[in-house]
Structure formats: C-alpha cells, structure tokens
C-alpha cells in the first residue's frame, strides 16, 4: 500500500477526546495497509499561551536576545500533543513512536522564530515505518547545526509536514483541518462560497501568499517545489468515514491543468487583513533610493508586499510599500532611525487600516479584460483603489479595510462564483 502522511491542526488536536478520534481515524489507514507518518501542530492555543508566559516576564520578549529561548519554549506544544497521540494509537492496538524535530532530525537554520528548512535525515523514519510503526514527527520545529531548537513560524506545521512528505515520497500528503477544503472565498464573509474539489497548485500558492489561511504559503512552496501531491479535507468528519471515500474528499491540489479547470477564469477571492501601507514622500527620484529605502527593511527580516512608485515630479517622487502589520511599527522606527536621515529626512507616513483583496485564476492567463471588470465592480461599489499588483493569474488591489467585505462579495458575485463551474 501507499505512504501516507497526515497533518492535523491545533483545533484538530484541541483535547485528548480530539486527540483520541484522530488516532482513530490514523488506526484506520494503517490498519488498511498503509504507511503512515502524523504531524500534529500544539493543540489549539497552547502556543499563545506559552508565549503569553514569556511576555508576563518580559514585556520585550520577542526582541532578538531572547528569540532561542522562544523556540525552546514554543516547541514544547507539538511536543507534548505528539506524545499523547502515540499514546492514543498504542491504546488503539497501534504500535507508534513519536519524535521531536531534533530526533529525526530535521535540520534547519539559525533564524530563532522563521527557521528554513534545510534537510531531513529520513532513515531513523523509514526503519519505524518498515517495522510497522505509525511515526508520529512534531510539526513547526527542527534544529540548527548547533543542535538548537529552532521553529518555523506561525502555520509552520504545514511547511514540516509537506517537507517529511518530499523527503519520504510520500503518495500524497492529507492536510486535515477545521474547514473541508478550499473554498471560492472564505464563506464566513461570503455565505455563497462553495468548495473546490481541485485547484491548481499555482492558485493555491497565490491564494496562500494573499490571505488563504487554509494552508500556510511555505508549505505549499514545498509543495510546488518537490511535486507533493497535497489534499485539504476536514478533520471533523466522522472518523469510520470509508477509506476510499475519504480519500477522495475535500480538495486536491493538483499540477495538472486539465481543461475543465481552465474553463474558470477566475477560481477564488482571498482577502487579507494584516497589511500596512508606508509612504516615504518626496525622495529623490534615482537610482539606489529603491534599494536604500526597501533594503535596510529586508536586513531587518521585514518582508515587503505590494510596491508603487508615482511619477518623479521635480527630481522628487513618492514611494509606497505594504508590510505584514505586526512589523508595521518595527519598520517605521527602522526607517525614521536609519534610513531617512540619509535622505535628507523626507516625510513618511503610514496608514494600518487598510486591507487586500486579490482574484486568482489560471484562466485568467488567456482572457483579456478580467482586471478591468474587477475595477468596475469595485468602481460601482464606490470603492477607491489604493495600489495595484497583478502577475499571470492574479490581480491585488489595497483598499480602505472598512471596505473589504463588501469589496470581496461584489467580486464574488460579479465573476460568478457562486455558481457549479462545468
């Protein structure tokens, strides 16, 4: 039989009752033959609250100097919620074993908090599986070349399950969660919303990188990168569903580009409502300033989204960037501190209430106009366009946050989504 692995989320895992219907469901693939590695996440919460015990004995808990320490304290969720689901598969008749990310190991870098992967030593893994062994891996950690622990970032247990299943070649990897798949929009904002049964694995990327929050964008990078067949279906289905049946739920990301698929020009609406927009006024217009403005934020780990430059006027010109908000006063302070002095101390100001909503869809590679008929739904909503952003499948706008779910529902209906695509 095949080589499964299966990711469960936080709420997945939220009590030893979800924890004991998860290895149910598990004992049930492996009981059909398979081969199965489990990545769990923290059960929901335990992270914050973790972290929460950090910042009451030290309100600058994030800052660099304690950033290890934060990985050896975080990873302790994934840790304790991958021991009891062993515990839960051994009470099931299953024989298992679990393994911290140093264990395996799975070796990263040194960046405390957003470590990368690098590699993972999959022989210690394949030796229990041949055994028989369900092996269960922490998901969100690994450890650096000096043998620290180091984490992935928030949603980093997805990246490490997508990585175990590249490293083992794994048949397909099952990334069960709260929701049972991928949906034109979030239907919590747009009630008409329906699941996708496939998507193509570029839309996939762009809806992770625009808001999407079904699947975390580095996990889908993997994905892309290695050919990792991905499915997301539901964790809250009952767990004796048939094994078949199951197996063909939720939605499939896909490589291929069939023809039906390309009949949707646009596949879904994300929306995201953790931008920042920052604009430098009246900068010299030549060249390097780019690079002086956008490259000390970058040393400072800061990742810049959406970028617009306007018409030099006088040898001058306006230069605006979005940022992710929680790095929205970290970025300002770095340029008041480092960066505008020596720019003669231009004006700059930012604004946090704004948000993004993007179309995606391969079809739009080969129809004209599908940006214009956004900027008229959105035009006839009386809703002002900020920036642009647009690539082969996808067109971004940023616009006053107040506006967003309007903004995403026009969308929705004007390019039909509500509707069973043929």
């Known amino acids: 039989m095949a080589l499964i692995v299966h990711k469960y989320g936080g709420t997945s895992m939220g009590s030893t009752e979800r924890i004991r219907l998860v290895a149910k469901r598990v004992a049930k693939w492996a009981r059909a033959g398979h081969q199965m590695v489990v990545v769990p996440s923290a059960m929901s919460g335990e992270t914050n609250r973790l972290l929460g015990l950090a910042k009451e004995l030290s309100p600058q808990h994030e800052d660099s100097a304690h950033q290890r320490e934060l990985d050896m304290l975080a990873s302790t969720g994934e840790q304790a919620s991958s021991a009891l689901l062993a515990i839960a598969l051994q009470a099931e008749g299953i024989e298992a074993v679990s393994y911290a990310g140093w264990q395996v190991p799975i070796r990263t870098n040194n960046a405390f908090t957003k470590a990368r992967i690098e590699s993972i030593d999959d022989q210690r893994v394949r030796q229990d599986l041949q055994a028989g062994r369900v092996v269960i891996i922490t998901g969100f950690q690994g450890v650096d070349e000096d043998n620290n622990i180091t984490t992935l970032g928030r949603g980093g247990s997805d990246t490490s399950a997508v990585a175990v299943a590249a490293a083992l070649k794994a048949h397909e990897c099952l990334i069960f969660t709260d929701v049972d798949g991928v949906y034109t929009s979030d239907p919590r904002v747009v009630p008409e919303a329906r699941r996708l049964k496939t998507v193509s694995f570029e839309e996939m990327l762009e809806m992770a990188s625009l808001g999407s929050k079904v699947l975390q964008i580095r996990s889908v990078e993997f994905a892309g990168k290695y050919k990792v067949p991905l499915r997301v279906l539901s964790s809250f289905t009952e767990w004796d569903i048939d094994i078949d049946e199951e197996a063909q739920s939720g939605t499939l990301i896909t490589f291929e580009e069939d023809e039906q698929m390309e009949q949707a020009i646009v596949s879904g609406i994300a929306f995201n409502r953790d931008e920042a927009k920052i604009s430098v006024i009246s900068v010299p217009d030549k060249p390097g300033i780019a690079y002086q403005i956008l490259g000390a934020v970058a040393q400072a780990n800061i990742e810049v989204d959406m970028i617009i430059q306007n018409i030099s006027k006088d040898g001058k010109t306006d230069f605006s960037f979005t940022v992710h908000r929680n790095d929205y006063s970290r970025a300002m302070d770095l340029l008041k501190a480092k960066v505008l002095p020596a720019l003669g101390n231009p004006d700059v100001s930012g ?57 995403v529902r026009a969308l929705h209906k004007a390019f039909d989504l509500e509707q069973n695509q043929a």
């Open 351 to 407: 604004d946090t209430k704004i948000c993004k909503v993007s179309i995606v869809g391969i079809g739009m590679r080969s129809h004209v106009g599908v940006a214009s008929k956004m900027f008229r739904s959105l035009s006839e909503e009386g809703i002002n366009i900020q920036m642009i952003s647009t690539s082969e499948i996808k067109t971004s706008v940023v616009i006053d946050e107040k506006y967003m779910e309007l903004a």
